[in-house]
Structure formats: C-alpha cells, structure tokens
C-alpha cells in the first residue's frame, strides 16, 4: 500500500512538474501498480442529482348514486271527446255547443243541428213528417223541446208553449 501511494504521489508530483509527458517517463515498479495508477489519475468522481420522490395520485373512488325504484303511472281512464262549440265564448242552455237560449232578441230556429236532442230533451215526435221548417224550437211548459212553434196546437200534450229558443 505505501507502494502505491509513493508511486502516486511522485505521478502527482511528476505530472505537476512537467505535465502529461512527465507521467509517463516516471518508472514504475510493475503492470498492476501502472494499471492502478492510470485508473486513479483518469477517472473522475460522478455527481449524481439528487433525486425528489415522485409523488403518486391516486384517483378517488367515485361515488355512485343509488337507483331509486321506478313506480309506474297507474293509467287513467280517457274522457269521452266533447262537442266544440262554435261560440266558446258564450253560455247556452244545457251547455249546448251552438249557444242557443232563451234570450231575446235573437233569431228563430227553424232547422236545428242533427245532435240537438242530445243537448234538450225533446219530445217523442220531434222529428213529423213535417219537420224541419215549418215550425220553430220551442220549449213546452213540462221542459220538453218541439218543433211546433208558430203552429196550431204546439206542445199541446205537454202543457203548452212556455217560450222559444233562440240562436244569435
């Protein structure tokens, strides 16, 4: 060992002295001392960074909503379609969708719509041989409706005439 350091410190010594080519005239004593000395005098120290530990994410469970159970709607019975009057405005007897009432003045009716009865309560021989035309709409005094008015014997079986009916 003190070989190896006098070997060194005369190459130091000689390499300060004279420079690269002084290494090489100093003599030495065998290979394994040059080899040592030629790995002492060239190698250089290695710097290594120093190194930050990574820092590691890790992802958050995500949170899943719990389902809620589905009620069905319980169906529901449709309404039976109801007759668009042509006056939606207006407020006739019965509901009726032509607003016909009993409000004067206004204008005989002397050819009444097909659905008619289904709105009054008329009598069992609205519809003679006769009608429509020559008669106009009328109310009997039992609440009935005829189409007698302006005829002889109108409602007779029904009490009488108690008033017209009138479209506007």
């Known amino acids: 060992m003190l070989a190896i350091l006098g070997i060194c410190g005369s190459a130091a010594w000689a390499g300060f002295q004279g420079g690269a080519n002084a ?3 100093t003599p030495t004593a065998d290979t394994n001392q040059q080899a040592v000395l030629s790995n ?3 190698t250089t120290p290695t710097v290594h960074p120093t190194q930050r530990p990574t820092q590691i994410i890790t992802p958050k469970p995500t949170v899943r909503p719990t ?3 589905t009620h069905q709607a319980t169906p529901r019975p449709t309404q039976p379609p109801q007759p668009t009057p042509t006056h939606p405005s207006c407020q006739g007897v019965n509901g009726n969708p032509w607003c ?3 409000n ?3 204008n005989y009716i002397y050819y009444p719509p097909s659905g ?3 709105y009054f309560k008329c009598i069992t021989d609205f519809t003679s041989s006769d009608d ?3 008669g106009y709409i009328v109310q009997c005094v039992d609440g009935t409706f005829s ?3 302006s005829e002889r014997g109108a409602c007779s079986s029904h009490g009488g005439v108690s008033r017209p009916l009138y479209s506007h």
Do not use: E, K
Request: one cysteine or more.
């Open 23 to 25: 290494l090489q005239s």
């Open 40 to 42: 002492q005098s060239t």
């Open 67 to 69: 389902q809620q159970p």
């Open 100 to 102: 016909y009432d009993f």
């Open 104 to 106: 004067s003045p206004g």
């Open 116 to 118: 008619f009865c289904g």
């Open 132 to 134: 429509p035309g020559d």
């Open 147 to 149: 189409q007698s008015g």
